[in-house]
């Protein structure tokens, strides 16, 4: 629900404009997949569980962003991928 909010409050504030940026497409995309997911549980036409894992794959790669933008954030990524 909250990806969803937050498409609509920047697709509205962009408008044309927010198809430009690639990380706005990608939350397009997850908040599609997640409604979709949603959809399918509701219909039974999938197994509940291959929607889920899908919506949080794409949830871990909207995680992904925050890391790219937030230094301090991409430090302590980088420490726990060194740690590993």
Known sequence: ??????FAFKATALFRDYFLDRWNILDFVVVVCIWLGYGFEYFDNADM???????????????????????????????????I
Do not use: D
Request: hydrophobic residues 55%.
């Open 49 to 83: 569980l291959t929607s889920l894992a899908v919506v949080r794959v794409l949830q871990v790669v909207r995680l992904l962003k925050l890391v790219r933008q937030i230094p301090l954030l991409r430090r302590c990524f980088k420490t726990v991928v060194h740690s």
């Open 1 to 6: 629900m909250v990806y969803t909010l937050e």
